[in-house]
């Protein structure tokens, strides 16, 4: 079992900076997989980023490539999700999840485990 707690979420101005940290109990998080999803109100959850485990590799969503950064920290057991240049359309609830099988790293139901959502508002 995986205990997963999301935390850095927050207001800020449009252009501003968030970083997301996901820490893990349960299990040395560089040996799974994790992923970062957003949701907002009335809207599907979609996927953000995911860094396969061991950082063999790192995945983005094209509306936040080259705004985001995600990575671990193996000291601390945990993911994170650096945001810059944030924007309005950013706002949303992001989920931290992890699994240790087989991945398809955009697809929410791959994930055996997920975070209770760290509230990010980017104001215009």
């Known amino acids: 079992q995986v205990q997963l707690v999301e935390s850095g979420g927050g207001l800020v101005q449009a252009g501003g900076s968030l970083r997301l940290s996901c820490a893990a109990s349960?299990?040395?998080?560089?040996?799974?997989?994790a992923g970062w999803f957003r949701q907002a109100p009335g809207k599907e959850r979609d996927f953000v980023a995911a860094?396969?485990?061991?950082?063999?590799?790192?995945y983005y969503a094209d509306s936040v490539k080259g705004r985001f950064t995600v990575s671990r920290d193996n000291a601390k057991n945990t993911v994170n999700l650096q945001m810059n240049s944030l924007k309005p359309e950013d706002t949303a609830v992001y989920y931290c999840?992890?699994?240790?099988?087989?991945?398809?790293?955009?697809?929410?139901?791959?994930?055996?485990?997920w975070g209770q959502g760290t509230q990010v508002t980017v104001s215009s």
């Open positions: 860094i396969r485990w061991g950082s063999a590799g790192t």
């Open positions: 999840a992890t699994t240790s099988k087989r991945w398809s790293y955009e697809s929410p139901i791959t994930y055996d485990y």
């Open positions: 349960g299990r040395t998080f560089s040996s799974l997989s």
